[in-house]
């Protein structure tokens, strides 16, 4: 079966380019369908055989918090309709690195050990976009075991100014 990613692609450029200067409120939309898409009792539903494609729609759109507009409902038909409910996660994945590179921007996540306030989130933005170059959308998640400081991941690159990462170099420095 072929990768995820290489499903996602065609549905991920194709909604890009329907959406238009869209896209970035059809991320809203699409970020609650993958969510919703991900739920593993729903693909096993979806699976079934004796499942018709409106019965797995409607369940789908009931579940939804906000409605969908026209085109959400015509991008959620087709993916249905050609049996890639699983792909849309990935498809979600990819729609946001489009959006991202037409905005200039790039998601990233800031791990720390402690809750950041929002002074304290801003000064950090200005550095870390100083840092990587170009404008960032940061996400907080919470990691105690970094005992302090911070390690940001935007798309492949790491930052780690943690007490843990330093403690790793320290020891590793020290058995060398």
Same mark, same amino acid.
């Given at each position: ?43 096993? &539903? @979806?699976?079934?055989? =004796?499942?018709? %494609? ?5 369940? +789908?759109? $009931? !579940? ?67 840092? &990587? @170059?170009?404008?960032? =959308?940061?996400? %907080? ?5 970094? +005992?302090? $400081? !911070? ?26």
């Amino acid at each position: 079966m072929a990768e995820i990613a290489t499903i996602a692609r065609p549905y991920a450029d194709a909604l890009f380019k329907a959406a238009g200067a869209d896209a970035a409120s059809a991320l809203a939309w699409l970020d609650e369908l993958a969510a919703v898409a991900s739920n593993a009792q729903l693909l096993q &539903f @979806a699976d079934n055989p =004796k499942t018709s %494609v409106e019965q797995v729609h409607g369940v +789908i759109t $009931g !579940v939804l918090k906000t409605a969908l507009p026209a085109m959400g409902q015509n991008f959620l038909k087709t993916v249905l309709e050609n049996g890639r409910l699983a792909a849309l996660p990935g498809i979600a994945a990819q729609f946001h690195a489009l959006v991202n590179a037409q905005q200039g921007t790039s998601d990233a996540v800031v791990y720390s050990a402690f809750d950041i306030g929002a002074a304290e989130l801003a000064d950090l933005a200005v550095v870390l976009e100083k840092r &990587f @170059a170009r404008k960032l =959308k940061l996400q %907080v998640q919470l990691q105690p075991d970094l +005992i302090g $400081g !911070v390690r940001v991941v935007v798309g492949d690159e790491v930052f780690d100014t943690s007490v843990k990462a330093r403690l790793e170099q320290m020891k590793v420095a020290l058995t060398a």
